[in-house]
């Protein structure tokens, strides 16, 4: 293994000290190693022989780190204690505890300190970035997402040929007429109320569409997608670059509302990051829930009826920024047989897919598949034959582990369901 040399380290502890705010050294300072968070984590709920999937022994890999070098007693007797030498091998520890976790911030939830496992993890993804041993499949994707922001032209007409296909789908599906726009899907409308965000593929526009369409919106979708690698990768200044694209665009069409498609981190990020812009941020979820509750659209309640129906709650969309009512009120708008995994959403586990681990597709399928059997059987209790969720990185995941343990469901986005059951008029 080749040792790190003194200005790599000097570096690297340099990144670790821009991360040095009051929440985070809150974390650093604190665990009382109660062993609360345990059993939270999907990932040792699944393989309980392996100590590495504790939220504390994760925790406690970038706390060494930092015992040695920002701690005085790390400095001075660095034999003492449990500081641990930034190395090589460090990085390798990082790594595993950070590409481990997904992020979904369940073991928070029962946390006394409410130490947040997964901002400390953001501490060890910034420093594998800095190493330049972060997934390379991530920082490619985000770089990817970065260029299209800073060179739309050169995308934009290809985009808008495709979505001239998905137009023809939407009215051929639904059976629905191009509105005052004379178009279904309505691209760079200035003053519309909403800018859709979505993602690449046509799942995440087409049904999405024809609720706009039904609810006679002035909507108009995003030459962008959704979907953040940088965040994924844990790249906050390339998270924020491919935010702006987003947010730069809202403030040109000068919307009241930016909509985000089924993407638990993209809404997150998005509502958490653009507090302070002069339009709403809102899920299609949330955005779904009002339009039936306002009347705005109708749905056939029969078109679901009979069919034992549960919903996995994405941990970014529901723990983590709060949408767990609105699901709910839809799936009791279209189907008869709903069955809860858990008495409460805050408390259901994580599909295991999210944090960047789907996006790394292949590489990551084997620990997926192993660090989430507790998410199998929650789905499995309720014998539901149809699984709702929100989230494509959660589909996805859900998908593979419907494959992989044979759990006999029908994947659905919600959003699709909606469309599904939608009377057109
Ligand atoms: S629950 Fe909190 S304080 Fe207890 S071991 Fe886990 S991280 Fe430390
Ligand atoms: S954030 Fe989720 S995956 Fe990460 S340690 Fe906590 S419970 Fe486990």
Redesign the pocket.
Known sequence: MKIMDEKTREDLLTLFRSKLNRAMTLYLETCSRCGV?FE?????ASRPHDVK???AY??EVVRRIYKKYFKPQGRIMPHLGESRELSEMALEELSEAAW?????????VFCPFGI???ML?SVAKLLLIGAGTEPEILTLLADTSVEKGKSLDLYKEGFMASVRDLEAEVVERWKIEAGEAGTVIPLGKEGADILYVGLAGAHSILPTAAVFNQARENWTLSFFEAVNFGAFVGDPGKTQLILDRIVNEARRLKVKEVAICECGTAFRIMKAMAADQPFKVSSITEVHARYLKEGRIKVDKTRFAGIPVTYHDP?QLARNAGVMDEPRYILSQIADDFREMTKDPKYNW?C?G??GLVAQGEDTLDFRMK?SSVKVDQVKGTKATLLATACENCHTQLSDLNAHYKMGVDVKFLSAMVADAMIVS
């Not at 939270?40 to 040792?44: K, L, P």
């Not at 481990?100 to 928070?108: A, I, P």
């Open positions: 968070c939270a984590c999907h990932v040792y999937g504790i939220p994760r925790a481990s976790c997904t992020g979904c911030r369940r073991c928070v947040d496992t997964q993890m941990c994580c295991g999210g944090g660090s």
